[in-house]
């Protein structure tokens, strides 16, 4: 194609031509020929306005996404609340173990554990067997030959080992035959300023760790021998004036669901020792259920509001108002009363101190809350877990799974949609660039430079046209 030809081209052409653009450099404006970088740029901006289209769309898919995974999140923050008030071994089961002096015993209590009130008197607590031997210079000098030691556990067979023969010749042969010798106790060599001794312990408290440990024989060399450091004695205790006796310091079955950890003995002195629900616990879990519930409905409350720039991305979004509708009918929950009563003081969230606001959200009366748990703590535990956990707790928890199950919950399924409709996008967008804008490109490419040099000709062509139009009208005038 010729330089005009390709002039011609461009100019009849459906692309974005800017015609005074050519024609002044044609004519010798100040900004000679076409830039054909921003020609083409212009161009593609044009084509691109279904691309531009997608991409807005995009957007809003993205705006969308965003929103949704929030909300998903508080709603799973909700719904474990809920799962947590309905369990056996959550808060509302959770116990406090008090001591009226926490110096001598104190205790724990298993979730659920009854209340009850207990008077414990510590006589003795329990102690570990050991026995150390005299002194010899270092860990590794030689031992008096010929002397048998004896370490006899409490039950169980006897063993005896005998210096300068079987490979023990020092402490250090000494510690090693114990430790390998299966006897339940341990071994191990300290050292101070009096030498190296070997401190023998026995690997569990209480009478049944008791053992004995001597030397005999006479050796030569010197003298070995050894002497008690304690005796392996059980603890001993009374509970409402029944006797316990345990290996350790720590009981158990003495109270029922209770573990008493003994620190220290003073036979006659009488403790208290209550055990009650946490009343903190269940607290602290009503009110975090209060204020993820609030985070919730206020974040689908501030799709529906109206701004500057009109409502959330999510207004007309049906889950959404299906999840307002589920919020607002959970706070009208009404209990009903445990098996064999027929009322209860807790039939509702006012009850508990919890009231409703006109916006939905909730507030806690703490002094109210703190007084149902003190006063009537059963009943707030039936209005969350009912007579077989089915009660608000487990309630909600079902209605908010709906939303947020990970297989088939209603946010699962809107998710899953907008990530299949934003990868259509996308792959309509490639296939655009693809197929249409970068052919385009080339196509204008071409044209543009193919005008960029009839432009550079054309003056020459015009000089050429006036010369030869001159000479003709020289002639005519002769």
Known sequence: MSSLSALNSLL???NAINLSEILQAAMGASTPGIDVNSAVSASLTAAEVPETNWESQQTVLQNQTSALTSLQIDATNLDNDMQ?????????YATTVTSTNSGIVTGSAAPGTAPSNSVVVVNSLASTASYSSTAVSSATADLPTGETITITPSTGTAATFTTGSDGINSLTDLEHAINTGGLGVTASIVADATGSRLAIVSNSSGSAGSFTAAASGGGTGGTFGFVVGGSGVNSSITVNGI?????????????????LNLIGQSPGTQISLGVAPNSAQASNAINQFVSDYNTLLGAVNSQFAYSGTGQGVLAGDPTLESLQNTLLQASAYTASPASGNTTTTMPNLSSLGITVNTDGTMTVNQSTLSGAIQNNFSDVQNFFQGSALNGFANTFDQQLTNFISPSDGAFTVDLQSLSTENTELQTDISNFQT???????????????????????LPNLVRNVDAELGQNNSSSGG
């Open 435 to 457: 197929n249409v804008i970068a052919p385009l490109k080339i196509q204008l490419q071409n044209e543009y430079s193919s005008a960029e040099i009839a432009l550079q000709q």
């Open 243 to 259: 006797n316990f006796q345990s290996a350790t310091n720590t009981v158990t079955g003495a109270i029922p669901g209770v573990t």
């Open 12 to 14: 009849g052409s459906t």
């Open 84 to 92: 947590s008030l309905n369990s056996l071994t959550g808060p509302l």
